[in-house]
């Protein structure tokens, strides 16, 4: 006896609503902002926020980050990156905003380039 398989057309209705909800910001934070747990704030920050992606410092005494999530926790997370940790002081926070990836799982500090 051979077995057949029916194709059956997914439903895509809502998904469009989900995806649109969905943000992805890339930064870089100048300032006083190495060797002030910078990284570690926001690592814990994001993590609190439940947004993805990672954060690392830069040669040039930047910190870089990328945040993917729910578009009002990104723009929660971008936000914070305006003001930074308690020990250090942020002068400028360039920012863009890239297509979403879902590459992430979780939100996690980076080590070197």
Same mark, same amino acid.
């Given at each position: ?12 209705? +809502? ?24 990284? &570690?704030?926001?690592?814990?920050? &994001? ?5 993805? +992606? ?13 945040? /993917?999530? !729910?578009?009002?926790?990104? !723009? ?17 926070? /360039?920012?863009? /905003?890239?297509?979403?990836?879902? /590459? ?10």
């Amino acid at each position: 006896m051979k077995k057949t398989f029916k194709w059956k057309r997914p439903n895509y209705e +809502g998904i469009s609503e989900v995806i649109m909800e969905q943000k992805r910001v890339h930064v870089f934070i100048s300032g006083r902002v190495q060797g002030v747990f910078f990284r &570690a704030y926001t690592r814990d920050t &994001a993590v609190r926020e439940g947004v993805q +992606g990672w954060v690392r410092n830069v040669p040039d005494g930047r910190v870089e980050a990328v945040f /993917e999530g !729910d578009r009002e926790k990104v !723009d929660r997370m971008v936000a914070w990156c305006h003001v930074g940790s308690p020990l250090g002081h942020v002068d400028r926070v /360039e920012e863009w /905003e890239e297509p979403c990836s879902g /590459e992430f799982r979780e939100f996690e500090i980076r080590y070197g380039r």
